[in-house]
């Protein structure tokens, strides 16, 4: 139970355990309202970790450079062949000003939103995490396509993906140009 006290003191709640002779013993644990706890997928841009909810993600399929280099001569636009469909996509390497050269083989993270298929390109994907959403503060709260943050076991902090808002502000930017 200490354990349990110190995790949940760590995260600004409270532990209280209260017994009585031959009624039981009650045990209460409040957490904070800030904190929620999602399932996301684990991804890696460069050397930094995102995170993108999980209930928006389909599927992962491979992109290799000859394959983005013919998706994006497609009027100008991404787009990737997917077992027979066409799928507009967003390199979030470039979205977030990732430097550095991309591996020869990425990822797409498919994800649907309003009924449409977008894919999202990683370098790699680490795989399933359960994520505790942490709030970003007040000078980062406003950066777009960025929802919160979450710490990983090692202390890496990782930046959970807002797609909604992503895909929102790429077709603002399509339709103004």
């Not at 355990?17 to 013993?25: D, L, M, N, P, Q």
């Not at 000078?139 to 959970?160: M, P, Q």
Request: glycine share 10%; aromatic share 4%.
């Amino acid at each position: 139970m200490d354990v349990v006290k110190r995790s949940i003191d760590s995260l600004g709640g409270s532990a209280e355990i209260k017994s009585v002779r031959g009624a039981g013993t009650t045990i209460t644990l409040k957490i904070p309202l800030t904190l929620a706890i999602i399932e996301g997928l684990l991804v890696t841009i460069g050397s930094c970790y995102y995170v993108m909810p999980l209930q928006a993600v389909e599927e992962c399929v491979e992109l290799n450079r000859a394959e983005r280099e013919a998706g994006e001569k497609s009027q100008g636009r991404r787009m990737a062949n997917v077992r027979g469909q066409i799928v507009p996509y967003i390199r979030l390497r470039d979205w977030f000003g990732v430097s550095g050269e991309a591996p020869a083989l990425e990822q797409i993270v498919i994800s649907s939103a309003d009924g449409r298929r977008v894919g999202f390109v990683v370098d790699a994907v680490v795989g399933q995490h359960q994520t505790v959403i942490k709030n970003l503060g007040k000078l980062y709260r406003d950066v777009e396509g960025i929802s919160g943050a979450t710490i990983l076991g090692d202390g890496t902090v990782a930046l959970i993906i807002d797609i909604f808002s992503i895909i929102a502000q790429a077709e603002r930017d399509k339709s103004e140009a």
